[in-house]
């Protein structure tokens, strides 16, 4: 009896030897099985999200697709992907990668390593690539969807047949979108030692130096904001009542600086801007130089005075010009 005890016992110390490595081969199985189940839940999502945007007027499509990162991470490479919403806004990319949470499969991290193409309606294509240009989707339901773009050391090239862009480079870039309560949507923009393009007042004001921006708005209405084309998108927003209100907005360039207070704004059956804006711009003539500008004169006049060269006035934008008080600084900006 007690040799026959022993024996016994040996055998079920053995056995409890191999339990770990019994316990780790199923737990191994068991998460193989799932991360590949899940795999073919996000194909299946990912189907699914696209076929109910585009029923919406939205598209999302690519030409590949491969789902890896396994086994701790769930990741999907696409071909020429593109996005696009009804008014005609779209972004295109040759290669685009992007990760989500296994559980939570609507709100996707992108990263564009060879850069993207937008289409601005009405006036073209820019190809926009940098060191760094990611983005962040989700809330992919409601109108404007989350959105978050970051980039760094931007370059933005318009195509040979359209209109200029008015960023040329930024060494940074932000964009956020997001929709608000009472049908409102959010638009933040930032970008630092940018060289731009613009025209008029903004463009006198950054002339060819580097400059730095901040443009916070809202805009009403924004559930109106749809239609065949872009044109027809805004004029419905605009026919229903849609405003944009500025919360702050600054363009920084060497001494110069302008910013724009408040005002609410707002666009004619033109496609101008019109509306009115409280506003301050400080610049630092060259007394040496010519005065060609409004802005300038008065600039001088408070330069050569002793006072702190600072314009405060309303910018007014009405008949498809830009009125500085008294003096008209050009064209109205338009939006199609």
């Known amino acids: 009896m007690t040799h026959n005890d022993a024996a016994s016992s040996r055998k079920a110390r053995r056995s409890r030897l191999f339990t770990p490595f019994v316990l780790a081969a199923l737990v191994a199985g068991g998460w193989s099985y799932g991360w590949f189940w899940l795999r073919g839940q996000a194909e299946q999502r990912m189907d699914e999200q696209a076929a109910d945007l585009k029923s919406r ?50 709100h996707w991290v992108l990263v564009a390593e060879r850069g993207v193409v937008l289409t601005r309606p009405e006036a073209g294509d820019v190809t926009i690539t ?26 933005f090239v318009p195509a040979p047949s359209a209109k200029p862009f008015e ?10 979108l997001r929709a608000g309560p009472d049908d409102q949507g959010a638009i933040f923009f930032k970008a630092g030692g940018a060289k731009t393009a613009f025209t008029g007042l903004l463009g006198r004001i950054a002339q060819d130096k580097t400059a730095s921006m901040v443009l916070e708005t809202r805009l009403s209405h924004v559930s109106y904001l749809r239609g065949r084309n872009w044109e027809a998108a805004v004029k419905r927003w ?58 300038q004169a008065v600039a001088a006049a408070a330069q050569a005075i002793g006072q702190e060269p600072v314009i405060e006035a309303d910018l007014n934008f009405r008949n498809g010009r830009t009125m500085l008080g008294l003096f008209d600084t050009g064209p109205a900006p338009t939006v199609y």
């Not at 499509?61 to 490479?77: C, E, I, K, Y």
């Not at 960023?167 to 956020?176: G, K, N």
């Not at 110069?256 to 609410?264: E, L, Q, R, Y």
């Open 57 to 106: 007027g939205y598209d999302l499509s690519w030409s590949a697709r491969t789902f890896h990162g396994f086994p701790f991470r769930m990741n999907v490479d696409l071909a020429d992907a593109r996005v696009a919403e009804p008014t005609g806004w779209a972004v295109r990319a040759p290669v685009l990668k992007g990760e989500a949470e296994i559980f939570d499969l609507t």
């Open 238 to 295: 605009s026919q229903a009542g849609g405003q944009i209100t500025l919360q702050q907005s600054q363009i920084l360039a060497g001494d110069a600086v302008g910013k724009a207070k408040s005002g609410v704004l707002s666009v004619d059956d033109r496609g101008r801007v019109t509306g009115s804006l409280n506003v301050a711009i400080k610049e630092r003539p060259d007394l040496s130089q010519p005065i060609r500008t409004p802005e």
């Open 130 to 155: 940098g060191q760094a240009l990611r983005a962040s989707i989700s809330h992919v339901s409601e109108y404007p969807p989350r959105v978050s773009v970051e980039g760094a050391k931007l370059i």
């Open 167 to 176: 960023l040329v480079s930024a060494e940074d870039m932000q964009l956020h």
